[in-house]
């Protein structure tokens, strides 16, 4: 494959000038076309109360608040800044040159950050948080291993332990991954364990044998719910996480506006929604301007088909039902989730903010095999240098459509939302080593 290195063909730079960190999260459920349905507690249950008591304060007092922003602490804009924020926002010109479009392809690199994803921006959050009113010991789930590993970071960053339950089918597969986990001393369960409660009902069932994020996401709450000194930190689907992502897409406003540019396509890999809301929460006010003008797309994976294929309705978002129920585009809980090297985007429902835009007709859908996500992560890797998380594949590969369907002077910004480097296994898998 050529690719022409020629680029005065066009006066826009590689990459945007440099932007302050956003000094406030922005509250953007103020923004989506409806209001969120609440969480419920199913019959007879207790999880509202639950909820209550083992999250941290302050993130409940984030989703209560009707300010449009909500400021960063300084410490956490500190913390921001050393990781690297602002992420770079670069153009995607060999891929453009590839692809002959007359769009022009931005990139949001948040796979630079220090543990390869986006996941830092909420954990750094949290953990400073939890520090701040005296919790020693987090407790939480991780799918792919990417929010585990960011939590295992951001709790070190404040002197605190963390307790992770991974997804049992992604901690196998993902041994690199996995061992700096372990080098960076946290404390990992494969879920279903034998720890909790929740975990030893899953294995009795016999069902959900190789684990998800639901299962991970069981046991985390029952683990806090049998150890009171222990809070429970959740790394996506909850309005406050996706809030405190909105760094992502604070920072690519300006960048944009720096640039000159005003953005056509938000593209962004969609599994509880944190990456996607936190790129296009900052750009719902246009879109409402906008309508058609400026299209919101998620891409989901074929194995967990959530907003191609699923229901918007009320459902747990884990098998042993510890979750209130909430509102969200489910396959519903008894779906047994192929094994995937996705493990960011397998799981059987979502967060109600993405299903609130998808049910209103603002957020477009589509879903990729796994396969097809390993070509396009190939080719990212020849033509821009870089190796994408499997999930980040997703966004690229809609990207990709979008800039082969164009006509026009199109401007598409995707998220890239982690690196593919820890995700090696997957690689290999879908292209064995060639003797060289
Ligand atoms: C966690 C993760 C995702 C999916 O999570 P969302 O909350 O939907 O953003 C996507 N990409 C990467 C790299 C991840 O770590």
Redesign the pocket.
């Known amino acids: 494959m050529s690719v022409s290195t020629d680029e005065s063909s066009t006066s826009y730079p590689r990459s945007a000038p440099a932007v302050p960190v956003p000094a406030a999260w922005l509250n953007f459920p103020r923004f989506l076309p409806e209001k969120m349905p609440p969480p419920q507690d199913a019959e007879g249950g207790s999880a509202l109360e639950l909820m209550t008591r083992i999250r941290l304060r302050a993130v409940q007092e984030q989703e209560r608040s009707d300010d449009v922003l909500l400021p960063v602490p300084e410490e956490v804009r500190r913390r921001y800044e050393d990781i690297g924020r602002p992420t770079r926002l670069t153009r995607a010109r060999a891929l453009e040159t590839y692809l002959g479009t007359p769009a022009r392809i931005y990139l949001k690199r948040e796979d630079q950050l220090p543990t390869g ?1 986006f ?1 830092l921006n909420s954990a750094i959050a949290q953990a400073y948080f939890a520090s701040h009113e005296g919790v020693r010991t987090l407790v939480t789930e991780t ?2 291993g ?2 585990g590993h960011a939590v295992q970071y951001a709790a070190r960053m404040f002197g605190l332990e963390s307790i992770v339950f991974w997804a049992g089918v992604s901690a196998r597969q993902k041994t690199s991954r996995r061992a700096v986990l372990s080098m960076l001393g946290a404390t990992v369960h494969e879920s279903p364990s034998p720890v909790t409660a929740v975990g030893r009902a899953v294995l009795e069932s016999g069902r959900h044998a190789s684990g998800s994020l639901g299962t991970a996401i069981g046991e985390a709450i029952s683990y806090a719910a049998e150890h009171p000194e222990v809070r429970y930190i959740s ?2 689907n909850l309005p406050h996480v996706l809030i405190h992502q909105t760094v992502i897409g604070l920072e690519t406003r300006d960048q944009l506006t720096a640039l000159g540019e005003e953005p056509d396509v938000l593209v962004a ?8 809301v936190g790129l296009m929460g900052p750009f719902l006010e246009r879109k409402s301007a906008r309508g058609e003008g400026l299209r919101l797309i998620g891409a989901e994976s074929a194995a967990a088909p959530r907003l191609t294929k699923g229901t918007w309705r009320y459902d747990h978002a884990d098998p042993g039902r510890m979750t209130p129920l909430s509102k969200s585009y489910t396959l519903g809980l008894d779906y047994e989730l192929p094994e995937t090297h996705v493990g ?2 397998r799981q059987h429902s979502g967060s109600t903010a993405v299903g609130v835009l998808r049910s209103s007709g603002w957020l477009d859908a589509v879903a990729y095999e796994e396969r097809e996500i390993f070509e396009t992560g190939r080719l990212v890797l020849r033509l821009e240098g870089f190796l994408p ?1 499997p ?2 594949c997703h966004a690229l590969r809609a990207a990709i459509e979008e800039a082969r369907a164009a006509r026009r002077e199109t401007v598409i910004v995707a998220c890239v ?2 690196h593919g480097l820890l995700d090696i296994e997957g690689y290999l898998e879908a292209f064995p080593v060639q003797a060289v």
Do not use: D, I, M, R
């Open positions: 994803s996941k799918g792919a990417q929010w790394g996506s890999a969609v599994g509880g929604g944190s990456n996607l960011g985007l998380a999930e980040s939302s982690g």
